[in-house]
């Protein structure tokens, strides 16, 4: 049995945090009917780096979370299409929407609307700034967000603040909030039998992943303070230089600390009043790392993550994105599968990183082409071909 076996989610997103959302979903077991406008569908299929696949609207950014979906065309101005969408309303567990608020009630399927179709049905809106509020209507993607929300303000050090993370953190984090909503939901519903209306907003979703920085600001009311690759919880704790590269050590225990110093040859640093206890070496991290940098770079990265992690003081390389990927240790997991996509071939996409003991979650089907199951789903609804062939004519489908 699959974990969510039997779910229906119908799929009214584009981009990246509605279907990322609904990629777990879907990883685990859900049937997503990603709904796609006839004219080019999700805009992901347009953006990548290979202009080939864009083309074939299997963009890259729509390759990598869309897999286990099924894709129907839908024109939902079209009264035809909203006929169409109602039916599927009836026979569906999840709506998952990432529209400005209100152009979904504008179209007739409000939560309210829905309800009345299927009184059970959970609705997942995401959006920039939620539901409500003085900001609701503003147009958000990742990098307003990111800007709103105190992400690029914490980032860096005084030669490179304000800075952006390097990947969009705000609409990937959306999408999991969103995941993680409506498996609650699912689990009340179980328990009650009501469905519900759940508002996710991009800006409140990221701020609370800045947890410590925030306690120290709210509770501590201390600005944050720009340490680029140092951690601000403890020192030495942060990127330092070697022979050949950086290498980061993160010796956050006062054992780790006086373990570190024995191992480059520095125990006098133990008894130094300036390093000696760890508030005392957090303030005084700049004039520490110098001293530090001057044993490690005798020798390669390699060598001293080797002997630190022996020495069970937590040190790894700085790697690049490909490194990473293809480690021994992400093989090992598999977090990357290999999928074949027709058309184009094998693909590499992620898998579902979650390890569940009784209900493994993989990937099935490969990401749709646009409109792949529409004649599926609308047969599975009822429809005739000679139904289809019209609605096609008509630009509903």
């Known amino acids: 049995m699959k974990l969510l076996e039997g779910i229906r989610v119908l799929d009214v997103t584009n981009v990246l945090s509605g279907p990322f959302a609904t990629l777990h979903l879907a990883l685990l077991g859900a049937d997503v009917i990603k709904i796609e406008n006839p004219d080019g569908g999700d805009l992901a299929r347009k953006l990548g780096n290979v202009p080939k696949y864009n083309k074939e609207l299997l963009g890259t950014s729509f390759l990598a979370q869309n897999a286990n979906k099924r894709s129907l065309t ?25 529209f400005r608020p209100g152009v979904m009630a504008r179209l007739g399927f409000s939560y309210e609307d829905l309800c009345e179709i299927n009184p059970k049905i959970i609705y997942c809106a995401i959006s920039g700034f939620g539901q409500t509020g003085p900001d609701a209507l503003k147009p958000a993607y990742d990098q307003i967000i990111q800007g709103l929300s105190g992400v690029m303000a914490v980032n860096g050090d005084e030669r ?9 953190v705000c609409d990937t984090v959306g999408g999991v909030n969103a995941a993680f909503a409506i498996m609650a939901a699912l689990y009340y519903r179980e328990h009650t039998g009501e469905g519900q209306f759940i508002d996710i907003a991009l800006l409140d979703s990221i701020m609370p992943l800045m947890g410590w920085v925030a306690a120290n600001l709210l509770i501590g009311g201390q600005q944050p303070v720009l340490l680029g690759n140092d951690n601000f919880s403890a020192a030495p704790s942060g990127m330092f230089k070697t ?17 570190l110093v024995d191992e480059l040859g520095l125990p006098g640093l133990k008894t130094d009043p300036r390093f000696q206890e760890r508030d005392t070496r957090k303030s005084n991290r700049f004039l520490l790392t110098p001293l530090l940098e001057a044993k490690l770079i005798q020798n390669t990265t390699t060598h001293w993550v080797e002997v630190l992690n022996a020495r069970g003081i937590p040190s790894g390389d700085v790697i690049s994105l490909e490194a990473a990927l293809t480690s021994r240790q992400a093989r090992y997991r598999q977090v990357i599968a290999d999928v074949e996509q027709p058309g184009i071939g094998n693909i590499k996409i992620f898998n579902m990183t979650a390890k569940f003991s009784k209900t493994p979650a993989r990937i099935e089907m490969p990401p749709p082409r646009l409109s792949e199951n529409t004649q599926v789903i609308l047969g599975e609804l009822g429809y005739s071909a000679e139904e289809m062939k019209v609605l096609k004519e008509r630009f509903v489908i």
């Open 74 to 98: 839908l024109n939902m101005k079209a009264e035809e299409g909203k006929e169409i969408f109602r039916k599927l309303v009836k026979t569906a567990d999840v709506v998952v929407e990432n």
């Open 243 to 259: 022979q050949d590269g950086c290498i980061n050590i993160a010796a956050n225990q006062q054992q780790q600390w006086e373990d």
């Open 160 to 168: 490179l603040n304000p800075l952006r993370c390097g990947f969009p």
